[in-house]
């Protein structure tokens, strides 16, 4: 059972805009710790997508963009492509003094 | 550009230690603003924060880990090392280790990424 919640999968068809959440608590994103996401394909290292809540690392295309609110954050990812197939994950910290996951979601491009 | 590698044995008896090794190469492990971090995921399950190490040999654990694990931090070979005692079939997991960007305000993002290994505890 994973700390931040996110839906275990979502899909869109190529050039669509789909959004991912990551629900928290008060003690971790709700206590005003940044929100971080990553994109992760099998036998590949993850890639930090989003940190800071909306920053994007260079290289980084402008396609995904990150946000945060109260205890949640949501990962958007706007005009679809196949190869954005990947399950992504959310990460902060908690004032239990631990880095703390999301499960992750399997993002299908129809 | 940075990169790290992990290495290690693949197979570990129940009861006993796993030891892995990350080596860094394309950067200093001496930086002030990183901690280098392993995170693990078990098959079919989400990420796992394990600990992390700051050059000068600070370090700070998962409390739910804590009683187990050992992260020490070779900084004339450039590698940092988990040791993780009485491992059980619930340790098996894909292993990684990662930089971590860390300042004053605390922990932040994981920015580089090893590939993985997988480790099996399995008599």
């Known amino acids: 059972q994973s700390v931040l919640t996110q839906p275990p999968s979502v899909s869109g068809a190529p050039g669509q805009r789909v959004t991912i959440s990551c629900t928290g608590s008060?003690?971790?994103?709700?206590?005003?710790?940044?929100v971080h996401w990553y994109q992760h394909l099998p036998g590949t290292a993850p890639r930090l997508l989003i940190y800071g809540n909306n920053r994007r690392p260079s290289g980084v295309p402008a396609r995904f963009s990150g946000s945060k609110s109260g205890t949640s954050a949501s990962l958007a990812i706007t005009g679809l492509q196949a190869d954005d197939e990947a399950v992504y994950y959310c990460q902060s910290y908690d004032n239990s003094l631990a880095v703390v996951f999301g499960g992750g979601t399997k993002l299908t491009v129809l | 550009q940075l990169q790290l590698q992990e290495s290690g044995p693949g197979l570990v008896k129940p009861s006993e230690t796993l030891s892995l090794t990350c080596t860094v190469s394309g950067g200093s492990i001496s930086t002030n603003n990183h901690y280098w971090g392993w995170v693990r995921q078990p098959p079919g399950k989400g990420l796992e924060w394990i600990g992390g190490?700051?050059?000068?040999?600070?370090?700070h654990y998962n409390p739910s880990l804590k009683s187990r694990v050992t992260i020490s931090v070779d900084t004339s070979h450039n590698q940092f090392s988990l040791k993780l005692t009485s491992v059980t079939a619930a340790d098996t997991a894909l292993y990684s280790c990662?930089?971590?960007?860390?300042?004053?305000?605390?922990?932040?993002?994981?920015?580089?990424w090893g590939q993985g290994t997988l480790v099996t505890v399995s008599s």
């Open positions: 190490i700051f050059y000068s040999g600070n370090t």
């Open positions: 990662a930089r971590h960007y860390y300042d004053a305000g605390g922990f932040y993002e994981f920015d580089t």
């Open positions: 008060s003690s971790n994103i709700g206590a005003r710790y940044d």
